[in-house]
Nanobody
Framework: QVQLVESGGGSVQSGGSLRLSCSVS????????MGWFRQAPGKEREGVAD???????TYADSVKGRFTISQDNGLNIVYLQMNTLSPEDTAMYYC???????????????????WGQGTQVTVSS
């Protein structure tokens, strides 16, 4: 199965920025579509952004204009740049690999078959 390792989480004040990284390995053919999801205590997991190997990306309405998803030239690291953070962004953030060929760009958790361990993002007032 695809192996995913997230890093970059931490605690910041409202208005601050963080950059999350996801190391991707273990795939044998084409790198899968990659997504970032988040889950706050007591809330359901929600999609944040995704990106395919062509660089096409999709964002949740709640983060458009503030977050940017990107990847390195070798496609083995996926980033999530988060700017203008607010307490509402506080959550465990997960990197995930889609379990099907293609991307779909729908940010549906059930369509992603491999998940990282998560990295905590805490934004204080």
């Amino acid at each position: 199965q695809v192996q995913l390792v997230e890093s970059g989480g931490g605690s910041v004040q409202s208005g601050g920025s963080l950059r999350l990284s996801c190391s991707v390995s273990g795939y044998t053919y084409r790198r899968p579509c990659m997504g970032w999801f988040r889950q706050a205590p007591g809330k359901e997991r929600e999609g944040v952004a995704d990106i395919d190997v062509e660089g096409q990306s999709t964002y949740a309405d709640s983060v458009k204009g503030r977050f940017t998803i990107s990847q390195d030239n070798g496609l083995n690291i996926v980033y999530l740049q988060m700017n203008t953070l607010s307490p509402e962004d506080t959550a465990m953030y997960y990197c995930a690999a889609r379990g099907f060929v293609g991307c779909g760009h729908r940010l549906v958790p059930a369509e992603f078959g491999s998940w990282g361990q998560g990295t905590q993002v805490t934004v204080s007032s």
